[in-house]
């Protein structure tokens, strides 16, 4: 089994985690790194991490590499046995995935930070704003348990590399009025597995992210619609994103401020009001490539 992966990438952690939590025996490509990155192109015409390479099944997108461990490694399970906490376990996820890391991605301004002086005024107020409503979710949530949904579950796995980020960001919760988030993310710390994690960002900060020369890309954080494909064939989520990308549609970070169909269905929410809509819409859509 191989995994595309990349230290920084938060959608690529929890996946690796959740290889190591089910004790699987994987090789681990740096996708991102100009040297992995045409190995990506071939089996991800998106160009992104995490993939999956199973025997000759080729797996995108994170929760749907997940879902796929799950079915086909079902020992050390990520998902709770019981339906509801399932349930729950997956809209942990969700947020995590789409939510978390759509501030956490806009207040890094893409993994890069912003050149001194540069970032919008107003930014970590609404991203500290749009957070705590879920920071007193997850409070609630952890009043009678350590666990979210009762053990440890993708919930954690996926959320745990946002918490780190949330920190690192200035825009984290309040150890006094959240002591039992703080708690379980100290718990987390704990394991082997988000230890490792760690780790792993920590080096790659340190030895590759301070030099990263990356050419400008489009972003896409839209949640590719195809989950799997055979080796070789492209999937239909790629093709469409290449088509409304080249078209300058909203496949640019879809789920994030600068879709279309995002901006539509999150104008209440703080993080973007914050911004008037044309200035939002010019805000920078394009990262940088390893
Ligand atoms: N929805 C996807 C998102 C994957 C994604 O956005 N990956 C980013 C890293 S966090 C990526 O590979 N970007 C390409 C790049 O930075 O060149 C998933 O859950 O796997």
């Given amino acids: 089994m191989t995994l595309y992966d990349n230290a920084f990438s ?19 490509i740096d996708g991102l ?29 994170s929760s749907h590499i997940v879902a ?5 490694y079902p020992e ?34 893409g993994g890069f930070g912003f050149p001194p002086g540069t970032r919008p005024a107003g930014l970590l107020e609404a991203a500290r704003d749009d957070l705590a ?12 348990r350590d666990f979210l949904c009762g053990t440890l579950s993708i919930a954690e796995l996926a959320l745990f590399p946002q918490l780190t ?11 006094a009025t959240h002591p039992r ?40 954080r ?12 492209m999937g239909g989520s790629s093709r469409r994103s290449r088509r409304d990308a080249s078209r300058g549609r909203g496949v640019i970070k879809g789920h994030t401020c600068c879709g279309r169909r995002a901006m539509r269905r999150q104008r209440s929410s703080s993080l973007y009001s914050a911004f008037p809509l044309p200035m939002r819409r010019a805000r920078p859509t394009v990262a940088r490539q390893h």
């Fill in 181 to 220: 988030l703080l708690a379980c993310y100290k718990r987390l710390r704990q394991l082997d597995v988000c230890r490792a994690d760690l780790e792993r960002t920590q080096a790659f900060l340190r030895d590759i992210g301070a030099n990263l020369q990356r050419p400008a890309r489009i972003v896409w």
């Fill in 222 to 233: 839209a949640i590719a619609s195809s989950g799997c494909s055979r080796a070789g064939s």
């Fill in 76 to 109: 050390h399970p990520v998902y709770p046995a019981d339906p509801v906490a399932r349930v729950a376990a997956l809209a942990w996820e969700r947020i995590a995935d789409t939510l978390l890391d759509a501030i956490t991605h806009d207040v890094s301004n």
């Fill in 33 to 61: 790194t100009p040297s992995g990155h045409a190995k990506l192109a071939a089996v991800n015409p998106r160009v992104e991490v995490p993939v999956l390479v199973d025997g000759d099944l080729i797996v995108v997108n």
């Fill in 10 to 28: 938060p959608f690529a952690r929890k996946v690796r985690m959740v290889l190591e939590h089910k004790r699987l025996v994987f090789e681990a």
């Fill in 133 to 144: 409503s879920i920071f007193a979710d997850l409070e609630r949530t952890l009043a009678d």
């Fill in 68 to 72: 796929y461990l799950e079915h086909r």
């Fill in 165 to 175: 980020a949330v920190k690192l960001l200035d825009i984290g919760y309040d150890g």
